[in-house]
């Protein structure tokens, strides 16, 4: 009887444990990420590379250097028509703004941040092309981002650093 009471309780604490337990690698954002959490304006506070050389040229979203990015400030309204603002004084960049179209998409458990790059009167549903990132962080005053690119034929990552503004 004694085993049988000492095993009883070592399951239940296994099926504690294992209930308690937070995901590896992902920082709640299965729970937190919705519109209404990344709905805002935020600006890029940091940019940096994982698994691509440090200084390495990368255009990033078909329009400029990552450096460029360095401060943009990313409108997203309620209403999912957004924009964003590229401001760098950095050399090669330009500044310009660009309307998008902004959604969440989840897949295998990932949130990810979406958007396409809309204007001149075409409607987000003739745009073909668009742009997906892992959210893998987001809290009330940053996010993160997490983009997965092709650099020199092998996979890299470039990850964003977001501030509430």
Same mark, same amino acid.
């Given at each position: 009887?004694? #085993? =049988?009471? =000492?095993?009883?309780?070592?399951?239940?604490? %296994?099926?504690?444990?294992?209930?308690?337990?937070?995901?590896?690698?992902?920082? *709640?954002?299965?729970?937190?990420?919705?519109?209404?959490?990344?709905?805002?304006?935020?600006?890029? &506070?940091?940019?940096?590379?994982?698994?691509?050389?440090?200084?390495?040229?990368?255009?990033?979203?078909?329009?400029?250097?990552?450096?460029?990015?360095?401060?943009?400030?990313?409108?997203?309204? #309620?209403?999912?028509?957004? %924009?964003?603002?590229?401001?760098?004084?950095?050399?090669?960049? *330009?500044?310009?703004?660009?309307?998008?179209?902004?959604?969440?998409?989840?897949?295998?458990?990932?949130?990810?941040?979406?958007?396409?790059?809309?204007?001149?009167?075409?409607?987000?549903?003739?745009?073909?092309?668009?742009?997906?990132?892992?959210?893998? %962080?987001? &809290?009330?005053?940053?996010?993160?981002?997490?983009?997965?690119? *092709?650099?020199?034929?092998?996979?890299?990552?470039?990850?964003?650093?977001?501030?509430?503004?």
């Amino acid at each position: 009887m004694k #085993h =049988l009471t =000492l095993a009883v309780l070592c399951l239940v604490a %296994s099926v504690f444990a294992i209930s308690c337990k937070t995901q590896s690698g992902a920082t *709640n954002t299965e729970q937190s990420a919705s519109e209404g959490s990344v709905k805002g304006n935020w600006v890029i &506070t940091d940019i940096t590379f994982d698994g691509i050389p440090r200084g390495s040229k990368v255009t990033v979203f078909d329009e400029a250097s990552v450096n460029c990015f360095k401060g943009s400030q990313w409108i997203l309204p #309620h209403n999912n028509n957004g %924009s964003y603002t590229l401001s760098s004084t950095e050399e090669g960049c *330009n500044t310009a703004t660009q309307s998008i179209v902004w959604s969440l998409y989840k897949q295998g458990g990932v949130s990810m941040f979406q958007f396409k790059k809309v204007g001149g009167g075409v409607k987000a549903k003739n745009v073909t092309d668009g742009y997906r990132v892992d959210i893998s %962080s987001l &809290t009330s005053t940053t996010m993160v981002w997490r983009a997965a690119v *092709n650099f020199e034929g092998k996979t890299g990552y470039i990850v964003y650093t977001l501030q509430r503004s």
